[in-house]
């Protein structure tokens, strides 16, 4: 099972009735080996564009990100992508754009719970998974790593902060929301299970002399 899954359910709290969406948990190793593309930037621009999508309209946030570093390059190269516009810069090698699940029309016009959504000036760590439309945040907000520098005790930290997600470990626990990594140690797990999970390319055949 991916981690695609997720359903929407109605927790209840002491003083009143509170909405989230409860997915399983994503330890980093299945992040990686599940996303198209994985990289380190900074938010630049918000936007939002409109899309046909299941039978409904859409208006889908739009994140742009100048790239820090490419953690996980995509390998298929980003597909075409109807939403992008002369804004999202898809065509830049420093730049990529980010859709987000946002909001639905018509209808209440409330977010989508435990979304990954991004602001203006924020350094995140992103793994990302490709569509037909451009690429998504991979498990929700489960995969978007926010970057504080000058942390005590961790330097430069990488925290996931679950708004709006229950996300449950295989024993059905609830997990610790805000749950934060140094970044150099969340580069090396993402470098190695990246080798470890890479595929495998067959050399030249070695041909064995055969006696005249």
Same mark, same amino acid.
């Given at each position: ?17 509170? !909405? ?6 994503? #330890? ?9 593309? *994985? ?34 390059? %995509? ?24 859709? $987000?699940?946002?909001?639905? *029309? ?11 959504? @991004? ?11 490709? %569509?037909?439309?451009? @690429? ?5 907000? $489960? ?17 996931? !902060?679950? $708004? ?8 059905? $626990? ?16 993402? !470098? ?6 890479? #595929?495998?390319? #067959? ?5 064995? #002399?055969?006696?005249?």
């Amino acid at each position: 099972m991916g981690l695609a899954c997720a359903l929407t359910l109605v927790i209840a709290g002491q003083a009143s009735d509170a !909405q989230a969406t409860v997915m399983r948990w994503a #330890p980093v190793e299945e992040l990686v080996q599940e996303a198209d593309r *994985i990289v380190h930037g900074t938010v630049v621009g918000i936007g939002t564009r409109t899309l046909w999508e299941d039978g409904d309209l859409h208006a889908v946030e739009v994140a742009e990100l100048r790239i820090l570093g490419e953690l996980k390059p %995509d390998l298929n190269g980003p597909s075409g992508d109807p939403l992008a516009g002369p804004s999202t810069h898809l065509g830049s090698a420093d730049r990529v754009a980010v859709l $987000q699940t946002g909001f639905r *029309i018509p209808g209440s016009g409330g977010a989508v719970l435990g979304a990954a959504h @991004y602001r203006i000036g924020e350094e995140v760590v992103v793994f990302l998974r490709q %569509d037909h439309f451009g @690429y998504r945040t991979l498990a929700m907000s $489960q995969g978007k790593f926010r970057i504080q520098h000058g942390v005590p005790g961790l330097g430069i930290r990488a925290t996931r !902060q679950l $708004q709006g997600l229950l996300a449950l470990d295989r024993a059905g $626990q609830a997990v610790e929301n805000g749950q934060a990594i140094n970044l150099e140690s969340l580069e090396f797990l993402i !470098q190695n299970f990246s080798r470890l999970n890479a #595929p495998v390319v #067959p050399g030249p055949a070695h041909v064995v #002399p055969t006696a005249p």
